[in-house]
């Protein structure tokens, strides 16, 4: 089972300590990052005491559209949604099946593991809808 990293409050995600943890996927990491910034989502890292990590809140505006976290081997986004939406989550023209976990509340997170490029296109969708939300 893979395990999340960047626990250690005291030591802030640089951009040299997510290329060491990231490894081999910190290229793929980079052009999200890339596409964040095309796309006007500003990335804000802070450290959570509830789940003992450091977690990136990104943000459209005033709403955030995702949240990512850093996992070994790959970087993860978690996307919520309201629970009536889930049906148009379930139209949207995705390349894989989208991974729906455990409801919060009344939102539906929707998960991302993220490892390569090629997963750019189902990222987009879910991040342009997010944002097309009022």
């Not at 089972?1 to 626990?7: D, H, K, S, V, Y």
């Not at 081997?73 to 049906?87: N, V």
């Not at 894989?96 to 969708?125: C, H, I, T, Y």
Request: aromatic share 14%; hydrophobic share 40%.
């Amino acid at each position: 089972m893979a395990e999340q990293l960047l626990r250690e409050e005291a030591i802030y995600p640089s951009e040299e300590l997510l290329s060491i943890a990231l490894g081999g996927v910190y290229p793929a990491y980079q052009s999200f990052c890339e596409l964040f910034a095309a796309e006007q989502i500003a990335m804000e890292w802070r450290y959570y005491n509830d789940g003992r990590s450091w977690l990136c809140k990104c943000q459209h505006k005033k709403k955030t559209v995702f949240w990512l976290s850093i996992w070994e081997g790959f970087f993860k986004t978690a996307f919520f949604f309201p629970e009536r939406l889930r049906e148009d989550l379930l139209a949207l023209p995705t390349e894989q099946p989208l991974a729906f976990e455990r409801n919060v509340g009344k939102s539906v997170p929707v998960v991302m593991e993220l490892r390569d490029k090629s997963q750019l296109g189902d990222f987009m969708r879910l991040a342009e809808y997010k944002k097309s939300l009022k």
